[in-house]
């Protein structure tokens, strides 16, 4: 079975502090993808990134990494100096490849981050 | 290119009643998914279409149902509301198995 945990509930921050967001999950599978999904209050998600099991090498995108380490089974998400627009729900997902798994992700129950000015 | 749009945007039914959502894929993605999202139990897989084909079921009861159309539109349906289909609706379009889900901004289902 593939499980996705996000063990941070809520995280507040104070505007211009970095942040980590954690994402552990779980899968037999020897190929898979991960995403991070932003869901700002007005509730469309919005995609951040993917990545495929067999990429480890982290990203960065402007004042976003993600750190992922098949070794933890962790998919970990940084925002740097953080501001108050980062505020949202923040969800990592998991997606399986097979005929059985089309269209589906996995999500953990998200992070509620806000950052305060 | 437009995004995934969602059609009605809020919703209000009485228990017992059926509905009826709508989803506009992005322009060229052939695969529409379907989610049901609650406080409780957060994001959930409904169900996914492609061709006009569904290839993948959540673990939901029958009265929930979709279809896609031929040119990749979809709609879902539920029968016999019950005060626990409260919840947001998100209808997701992508290009292939693997590739990122583009989501739409989502029905807020209220049953009363």
């Known amino acids: 079975a593939q499980k996705v945990t996000q063990a941070q509930t809520e995280i507040s921050v104070v505007e211009k502090e970095d942040v980590t967001l954690d994402c552990v999950y779980e899968t037999r599978d020897t190929t898979y993808y991960l995403f991070w999904y932003k869901q700002p209050p007005s509730g469309e998600l919005v995609f951040l990134i993917r990545?495929?099991?067999?990429?480890?090498q982290n990203e960065i995108s402007g004042r976003y990494s993600w750190n992922f380490q098949k070794s933890t089974s962790s998919f970990n998400f940084t925002i740097t100096a953080s501001q108050v627009v980062d505020s949202a729900v923040y969800f990592c997902?998991?997606?399986?490849?097979?005929?059985?798994?089309?269209?589906?992700?996995?999500f953990g129950q998200g992070t509620t981050l806000q950052v305060k000015p | 290119k437009a995004g995934v749009t969602q059609t009605p945007r809020y919703l209000i039914k009485t228990r017992g009643q059926q509905v009826t959502l709508s989803c506009s894929p992005i322009s060229g993605h052939r695969s529409v998914s379907w989610y049901q999202q609650t406080p409780g139990q957060g994001l959930q897989f409904l169900f996914e279409?492609?061709?006009?084909?569904?290839?993948n079921k959540g673990n939901f009861p029958g009265r929930f149902s979709g279809r896609q159309f031929s040119n990749s539109r979809s709609e879902m349906n539920v029968s016999t509301l019950e005060l626990g289909d409260s919840a947001l609706y998100l209808c997701?379009?992508?290009?292939?198995?693997?590739?990122?889900?583009?989501f739409g901004p989502g029905t807020r289902l209220t049953v009363t």
């Open positions: 990545r495929n099991s067999f990429d480890e």
């Open positions: 279409y492609f061709s006009e084909t569904q290839r």
């Open positions: 997701a379009s992508s290009l292939e198995q693997g590739a990122p889900l583009y």
């Open positions: 997902a998991l997606s399986v490849r097979g005929s059985s798994n089309t269209g589906k992700l996995i």
